[in-house]
T-cell receptor
Framework: DAGITQSPRHKVTETGTPVTLRCHQTENHRYMYWYRQDPGHGLRLIHYSYGVKDTDKGEVSDGYSVSRSKTEDFLLTLESATSSQTSVYFC???????????FGPGTRLTVL | DQQVKQNSPSLSVQEGRISILNCDYTNSMFDYFLWYKKYPAEGPTFLISISSIKDKNEDGRFTVFLNKSAKHLSLHIVPSQPGDSAVYFCAASRTGNTPLVFGKGTRLSVIA
């Protein structure tokens, strides 16, 4: 299994509060991704990173920001959480050659 | 505009029989296709992939078929086992570490 951890694994927060989710990898892979999974929508890309300090937006990036100051860490921040951001968030990393992505265990976020 | 479609939300199969999961895509630039399996409360796990230069790839009980002219791929599981019960996601990308585009998933139930 790819060495990917996510923290926290579960979080309950209130509308309007900032939230930061962390993804940590031990594989030294260049590419990292944040997805959210919602019923009826599958997995949708929020942001991704192709190197330290190099990031780009995905399909559902509004309300989210990311940062990557080290190869191993990719942070997802909700500046002011809303109930529509209640979801399960997955981080992924990809191999440099085959484009196959490997996923972390997920963070379940509830915004009340 | 859904670029990757899994039109069957669910599928039920008897243990020992074949499971066939289908996926259609619209973007002709996609040249790499993957299937992921997801159990509840876990991250998606990579199952099998296929490049557009092939029309079939096999790994044990799992075979993926690609029909480029029809923009269609399918995952065959033979024989199906109860442990195969999960949600299966089809994904596609353009080679070069571009982000994956996922279908909405098909829930497979294998009945003993």
């Amino acid at each position: 299994d790819a060495g990917i951890t996510q923290s926290p694994r579960h979080k309950v927060t209130e509308t309007g509060t900032p939230v930061t989710l962390r993804c940590h990898q031990t594989e030294n892979h260049r590419y990292m991704y944040w997805y959210r999974q919602d019923p009826g929508h599958g997995l949708r890309l929020i942001h991704y990173s192709y190197g330290v300090k190099d990031t780009d937006k995905g399909e559902v990036s509004d309300g989210y920001s990311v940062s990557r100051s080290k190869t191993e860490d990719f942070l997802l921040t909700l500046e002011s959480a809303t109930s529509s951001q209640t979801s399960v968030y997955f981080c992924a990393i990809s191999e440099p050659v085959t484009d196959t992505q490997y996923f972390g265990p997920g963070t379940r976020l509830t915004v009340l | 505009d859904q670029q990757v479609k899994q039109n069957s939300p669910s599928l039920s199969v008897q243990e020992g029989r074949i499971s066939i999961l289908n996926c259609d895509y619209t973007n002709s630039m996609f040249d790499y296709f993957l299937w992921y399996k997801k159990y509840p409360a876990e991250g998606p796990t990579f199952l099998i992939s296929i490049s557009s230069i092939k029309d079939k790839n096999e790994d044990g009980r799992f075979t993926v078929f690609l029909n480029k002219s029809a923009k269609h791929l399918s995952l065959h599981i033979v024989p199906s086992q109860p442990g195969d019960s999960a949600v299966y996601f089809c994904a596609a990308s353009r080679t070069g570490n571009t982000p994956l585009v996922f279908g909405k998933g098909t829930r497979l139930s294998v009945i003993a």
